[in-house]
């Protein structure tokens, strides 16, 4: 097994930035792929970024283009989410996610383990 545990969220002003971070720790050799998502009250569950643990390209939702940036510490075992430019729009539960198999890397159901979440308000 998984486990993820996200941290960074905050309240911020529009136009300001926050790094989250995602620690994973169990069997993570294991992990294939991971990801950002995020949930605002009544909507769905998006897909927000992602990546393949072992390199190469990096994916992201048209609406966080050149203003989110996703990327991974090795070492750490650490996921990141750079969030600059924030918008109001932005404000949701944003979530970690890994699996050890993924192909549509921005889709929920790809993803069997998934953290705890944690809230960005933008106002």
């Known amino acids: 097994h998984v486990q993820l545990v996200e941290s960074g969220g905050g309240s911020v002003q529009a136009g300001e930035s926050l790094r989250l971070s995602c620690a994973a720790s169990?069997?993570?050799?294991?992990?294939?792929?991971m990801a950002w998502f995020r949930q605002a009250p009544g909507k769905e569950r998006e897909g927000v970024a992602a990546?393949?643990?072992?390199?190469?390209?990096?994916y992201y939702a048209d609406s966080v283009k050149g203003r989110f940036t996703i990327s991974q510490d090795n070492a750490k075992n650490t996921l990141y989410l750079q969030m600059n430019s924030l918008k109001t729009e932005d404000t949701a539960m944003y979530y970690c996610?890994?699996?050890?198999?993924?192909?549509?890397?921005?889709?929920?159901?790809?993803?069997?383990?998934w953290g705890q979440g944690t809230q960005v308000t933008v106002s």
């Open positions: 996610a890994a699996d050890p198999l993924c192909t549509i890397l921005l889709r929920p159901s790809e993803y069997n383990y």
């Open positions: 169990g069997y993570t050799h294991a992990i294939y792929c």
């Open positions: 990546l393949y643990t072992g390199g190469g390209s990096t």
